[in-house]
């Protein structure tokens, strides 16, 4: 199974996903940023489209990773990462239904102040106009598709820890 944590820069994504993993026996994280890093590694360097997931083979380059880990581990696969654009969600996740691999999208959420917060007092990754232009697209999506499409985590006043633990327990129920 996979327990896709899906939501803006600011909103825990990886953070959480660390302590799901720990909740969640069997289980590992894989970063599907780590697919994005690898084609931006190719030289001389692929289309310049400002983000690695408007390439074509990112996506079900991610669904092929993911059904090969499994196969092999087995388990549950642990995956935070922003998708906001709707067609991407469909493309992956029904690649991922094609192998038959469960799929439970989970959105971690957070109202606009409280990412902004977030984001510009980042201790480790430091302010960042990259993750903060994320801000309307992720509101747009909540509005049109992302919620509907997933279980909400209302982020705003849990700790990284209360949120990893309702993923788990809706998960494990």
Request: charged letters at 20%; a negative charge.
């Amino acid at each position: 199974m996979i327990v896709w944590l899906n939501g803006t820069h600011g909103a825990g994504k990886t953070t959480t996903s660390a302590l799901v993993r720990q909740l969640i026996p069997d289980s590992r994280v894989f970063d599907a940023e780590k697919v994005g890093e690898t084609l931006m590694d190719i030289t001389p360097g692929l289309p310049w489209t400002g983000n690695f997931q408007h390439w074509p083979p990112w996506r079900p380059l991610v669904v092929e990773t993911a059904r090969r880990v499994l196969d092999y581990t087995g388990g549950t696969l642990v995956m935070p990462m922003t998708v906001l654009v709707e067609e991407y969600w469909q493309e992956i996740s029904s690649g991922l239904a094609e192998h038959a691999i469960p799929v439970r999208h989970f959105v971690l959420h957070a109202d606009q102040d409280t990412l902004r917060g977030r984001i510009e007092g980042d201790k480790v990754m430091g302010p960042s106009p990259f993750r903060l232009q994320y801000l309307e697209p992720y509101a747009e999506a909540a509005r049109t598709w992302l919620h509907a499409e997933a279980e909400v985590v209302d982020t705003t006043h849990l700790t990284p820890e209360q949120a990893a633990a309702r993923i788990a327990e809706a998960v494990k129920g």
